[in-house]
Structures are given as structure tokens and as C-alpha cells.
């Protein structure tokens, strides 16, 4: 192609707009030509530049003809006559025979976009260029990420859906709509959505979604819930993972995938209580080594007290009573009793250990590890009611100790409920100060079938139970480590909405 300039119209000496203008006309991102009513380029941006692979200073005063292969110059030259006579915001080519030639003599498909713009009072056509092999590359490679993201979906079993919090509505692919049981359309409510989630985990979900969409959070949502199916009340495990997308400091949508996790929750189930029964056994062995310890340790003076009481027993029924004989027969029981309960002590001692260390704690930060670690041993399947005291004094007291009271009490809760088959699990936990006493309290109650009055009365007992496979050491233990903590432990006899129990704890000075 000929690089040869025409006559350059006596307009172009003068500017066409000021510096800002042609700052701004550069930066637009999209190929732009501005072309006067004789053909001639007078602007050019970068952009265009690039696509027909001349500089600023070539293309300045060159006839826009130039840039059409030869073929169709004279009908181009007849149109651009035609517009000018009727200038008009229109398109030309629509992806379809239009094309532009480069520096190099090939020839790039395009679409053409004219506008009619009026500078110092001359008329110009802005030429905007859609370059058609860059518009199919960028549709092949997102035709090609969808297809990617759908065998990437198909082989992960995952479900995507997006949650408009502008208009409260939930968009659910065809996966999702699966995991959910869903049958209808695939927008539904937010409130549906949640419905669809076990009533012990709703609250939850609720939650989790609302710190999603707190500006002051990161945005990131990360859960896992049952979903129930309607019909037979089967229920499926399902974890999401979803990020908020802000707009002006507001939530404007979460987008998140999903999976089936049921098998997995099975399978952590199953070995859950494998743990709780090896836990049991061997709960079991160290209660019967400790009492056949004890049994030893008690034999022998046992034995002895047994043969002075028998001395003691024929000495009084003889006719003639021998005092010194019965005398001695009482010191020995006596001196028994005593190396019994000696050896006792010393026997409790060896097997508490050394003494209990101490900490100042914060028992907030205990109840929430407390938590932690119940639901980790699958005993987090309920709705937590949380009321802790800011700004609470630090309780004195061993951390390891505290905790497994708790959670040994949290246990006991989720097994009551779990044994009524409660609809909806509930376990609230409060910590308050008692000021006249300096003194922390915790109270744990949860709704499930209470305690009654005479199983109150011996709750705390060793080896008392009311569960078929317990060992009834649980609460007993529960409440030595509460008092060795200088703390007291005790069950509400009046509740009668579940079961709740306190303990106390000191403040550390």
C-alpha cells in the first residue's frame, strides 16, 4: 500500500480541541479515528495505532481510504460522502465483510461505530473499531474457562449458587438444586433457601451468611449444614465455601460453591464413637485397676479388724469378761482403722498426682476452646446460645481441668437431647460475676428431658448412671476438679426446662 499523504485540509494548522481533550482521547481504551468530511485522519489514539500499525505522526493528514483494501475504496469513498451529507450515530459491517488494512498490507476484520462530532465549528466522524478477531479470541477463551469451570464442576460433584443481597434471591445451577432437593426454577428466596437447612443448623447458617456480608469482615464464608428433604425427612451434609462481593461499602452478592460431605460427616461419626467406646473401655479398666488397688491396700487390715472383732465378740460373751484382753482386742481395731485409712490416703495421693497448678485464666476463651473441641468430637449438632461478660476478671484455676468439665457437661446435654430426639437442639452457656462473693459463675443448661427429683439427689455419686452404656463417673470427677480449683459445682433442682448446672470459679488476685 501507498504511504502517501493528500492535500491536508488548512483546518488541521488549527487545534481541534485542547490538551486535556486529547489526553482524554488517548487514553480511551477502545481504537478511535476522528476523520474530517474530506477524508482525512486528524486524530488517532493509541489504541488504533496499534491495530493498523502506524505512528501518531503517519497517520496525521493520511486519506482514511488508505486504510480500505483496493477492492472496496471507491464504494467506501461514495458511503463516507453519503454520511457526511446526513450525518447519524450508526454501525457498519456487523461482523460481516469489513475489513481495514494494516501497515503490513493485511487486512483485519472489523466492525465500524460512527458518531458525528462538531469541532470549531467543522463537522468530523469519530470512527470507533471493534476488531473482530480480538472480540472471537476473547469469546473462544471465556467459551473455553466455562468449559473448563464444567469439567472442573462435573468431576468435583460441586454446585455453585449466588445469593442477590440486593434483592433477597438465590440463584441455584443444577447441581445445587440437587444437593438441595429442589425441583422448581433455578432462582428461589433467600428464606427458602434457608428452609431448606435443618432447624439446628439455620441460626447457624444465618449467622455465617450475615458476617459474610459485614463490610467490617473479610467477606469470606465457610460452613457446613444439613439440608432435609421434605418427602421421607432424609438428610444430606453439605459444606459451602462462598466470598461477598462489595459494592460502596455494601453487600451486593455471595457467590459460593457447595459439595456433598455426607459420606465424610458418616465416616466421622462412625469413628467419633469407635473413640467413645475405646474412651469407655478404657475408662473402665483404669476404675477397676484403681479398686482392685484399693481392695488390696484394704484387705489386709480389713482382715485384722475382722480377727480383733471376733476376740472382742467372745471375750464379751464369756462368763467371766477378761478387760485387758477385750482391751487390746479394741486398740487393735483401732490401730487397724488407721493404717486402712492411711494407706487410703496415700493410695488417692499417688494416683491424683502432684498438686493441681494453677493460672489466671480467661474463662471466656476457656468456654469458647471448650466448644471448639466438643464439636470436634461430634457433639456440635445444636444451637448455641452464647451470654459471656465482657470485660470479665481473670479466674484462677488449671485451663486442661475447666475444659474437660465443660465439655463433659456439654456432652451430657446433646446425649439427653439426642436420646428424646429434641426437633431443635438448644444449649445455652452464660458466665457472670458474683461481686459479693469475688466469685465467677457458668451455667450450662440445655432443653432436653431434665433431670428428675430423684436422680438429683444422686447425680454426683461414683458409678451412678442413668445412661445404658455410662459409667457414672463422669460428674462425679466433674466436681472433685471444681472443688480442687477452689470452685463448687452443683445442678438447679427447679429448672424444668432441661437441665442446667452451675459452677463457680475464684477470681485470681
Known sequence: MANKKSNIDHSL???????????????????MLLVSESGQIVLANPAAQQVVGYVQSELIGLNVEELIPLRFREHHRQYRRQYFAQPRKRSMGNGEGLVLLNRSGQEVDVELGLNSITLNKQVYTLLTLNVLVQHNQAENALRESEERLWLIKQSAGVGVFDIDCVRDRVYCDERMRELLWYEADETMSLEALLNKIHPNDRLRCQAALDEAASPDRDGLCRIEFRVVQSKNLEERWVAALGQTQFEKGAAKRIVAIARDITERKMLERTLQQQRNETEMLSNQQIAIITASAIAHELNSPLTAISAYSEVAQRTLGGEVIDYDKLRDAFAGCVDQVQKAGNKLKELLSSLQGNEVETEALNLNHVV?????????????????????????RAVKANKMQIQRVLVNLIRNAVEAIRAESVPVSKIAIAVKTLANESMSMLTIKDNGPGIDRNTISRIFEPFFTTKPTGFGMGLSISRALIEANGGQLWVDPDFRQGAQFHFTLPFAS
Open 368 to 392: 469458647e476452646d471448650a466448644l471448639k473441641q466438643a464439636r470436634g468430637d461430634g457433639y456440635g449438632e445444636f444451637h448455641l446460645t452464647l451470654e459471656l461478660e465482657s470485660n470479665l
Open 13 to 31: 494548522k488549527e487545534p481541534l480541541c485542547g490538551a486535556d481533550c486529547r489526553e482524554l482521547f488517548d487514553t480511551v481504551t477502545e481504537p
